[in-house]
């Protein structure tokens, strides 16, 4: 049986060792699991219309869940969770939906909610779920927390519309929780960290990440993928961009470092994308050419990231990575700042 590693929950921090950049170099940063994809609507105890964009957590008992996105034939959305012992196969997945919008307390979630992403937070002994609650006035931010992700305490709208992409850090900073999220507005859609004293009252907005301009790969928009690793260099960030072209847009990952006790400065931004819609299941679909995560889980060995995501908006699947190799491939190829100025 394939397995991968796995890390207490509240295991957060990555081995200080050096990656040698030269090693690294010469290596895709993400390398996809050979059976990919490898979870689909047909697979779902229930009818569906498609399965993708999980969150990711291990669990206490070394099982992985995946909070997937379950898209219904009428095409609202809710949650399911997904378990299995080896994060690859043998996926044992709730009979019935784990959380689903609820309109008549949560008038928000009237068309459904999205993208989860999922942070255990030591500090509470739970896991914070950031998802996207989608009705007529658009797209917010909503959070949860959980002890089991089977009942689940809802704070409801934490950031009004239009706005997505949203993780919880996993420790306070400087006294405040930080909610990194991505509002859309006339000037574009650009990264933000936003700060509470509660998780219910959030203040001290600060753009982290803007959409670079022009030809970039991450031109038109951006946002967060899964949620930030704590590494001794900096918070590791995998980001999404978006570029329009004549065919579509395509959505490829970049990424960025930022500083561990004020994590509104960035350090590093990545020159180029590192990961991007090649095998069919990720360029055919119900959108074509996406790639999309919202959850990683990280290895026993502190290193070693599972990358589970969305492909094509249609399945999930999964690609492994060197987190030393990431920050080593960003040391050779990164502007400093956010890289805006190119």
Not at 31 to 47: C, E, M, Q, V
Not at 66 to 77: F, H, K, N, P, T
Not at 181 to 208: E, N
Request: hydrophobic share 40%; charged share 20%; glycine share 10%.
């Amino acid at each position: 049986m394939n397995r991968l590693l796995y890390p207490a929950p509240s295991s957060n921090a990555v081995a200080p060792e050096q990656s040698n950049p030269a090693a690294c170099a010469d290596l895709p940063l993400f390398t996809r699991y050979s059976d990919n994809p490898i979870l689909s609507g047909h697979d779902w105890p229930y009818a569906v219309n498609s399965v993708f964009n999980a969150g990711a957590v291990i669990l206490p008992d070394g099982n992985t869940l995946l909070l997937c996105r379950v898209e219904d034939r009428r095409g609202l959305s809710h949650l399911c969770a997904a378990r299995s012992e080896n994060g690859i196969d043998g996926w044992r997945i709730d009979p019935e939906p784990t959380l689903m919008g609820n309109p008549g307390q949560y008038p928000e979630e009237v068309w459904g909610i999205e993208d989860p992403r999922i942070t255990y937070v030591p500090e509470l002994e739970q896991y914070a779920v950031a998802y996207t609650s989608f009705a007529r006035g658009g797209p917010g931010v909503s959070l949860a927390l959980t002890y089991d992700f089977k009942s689940f305490k809802r704070f409801g709208v934490i950031m009004p519309p239009e706005d997505k992409d949203a993780a919880l850090l996993p420790r306070r900073i400087n006294g405040y929780w930080a909610l990194i999220h991505r509002p859309m507005t006339a000037l574009g859609a650009h990264m933000w960290i936003s700060y509470s004293p509660d998780l219910q009252h959030w203040g001290s907005h600060k753009v982290i990440l803007q959409a670079r301009r022009g030809g970039w790969w991450d031109a038109n928009k951006i946002g967060l993928c899964s949620p930030p690793i704590e590494t001794p260099k900096g918070w590791l960030m995998i980001y999404h961009g978006v570029r329009r072209t004549a065919s579509g847009s395509i959505y490829r990952l970049g990424l960025a470092l930022f500083d561990l006790e004020h994590p509104e400065i960035c350090l590093q931004r990545g020159d180029s994308w590192v990961f991007g819609p090649e095998a069919p299941y990720e360029r055919v679909g119900d959108v074509h050419d996406v790639v999309f995560p919202c959850g990683q889980t990280i290895g026993a060995d502190g290193d070693t990231i599972n990358l589970y995501y969305g492909a094509a908006d249609s399945c999930i699947a999964l690609a492994t990575g060197s987190i030393r190799c990431l920050l080593a491939w960003l040391d050779a190829n990164s502007s400093a700042g956010d890289g805006t100025e190119q």
